[in-house]
Nanobody, 116 residues
């Protein structure tokens, strides 16, 4: 079991920004892919952004151009920079990892609420 600890959620007005952080054990971060998912009330969990061990990134169409996923191996942390937030971005955001170093693991989630 890999412990992932998210932080940085909160309440923000539409158009604002937040940065989520996910603390990851170093051996995991160097090998595995990392991703952020989100789940809004009454909806299925969906992939928001993914970064491979080599740095390749992929984004959901709904967040392209607004969100950026990045990793800092020196700080053992993965980030999700969220700009131009919309009310429809309101959800619980989960950090995820999977790959050669471990099976899939999830963080506990952090709430992001965007007010109109």
């Amino acid at each position: 079991q890999v412990q992932l600890v998210e932080s940085g959620g909160g309440l923000v007005q539409a158009g604002g920004s937040l940065r989520l952080s996910c603390a990851v054990p170093g051996r995991i971060l160097r090998i595995n892919a990392m991703a952020w998912h989100r789940q809004a009330p009454g909806k299925q969990r969906e992939l928001v952004a993914l970064i491979g061990s080599g740095g390749t990134t992929n984004y959901a169409d709904s967040v392209k151009g607004r969100f950026t996923i990045s990793r800092d191996n020196a700080k053992n942390t993965v980030y999700l920079q969220m700009n131009s937030l919309k009310p429809e971005d309101t959800a619980v955001y989960y950090c995820w990892t999977g790959g050669a170093a471990s099976g899939p693991n999830w963080g506990q989630g952090t709430q992001v609420t965007v007010s109109s």
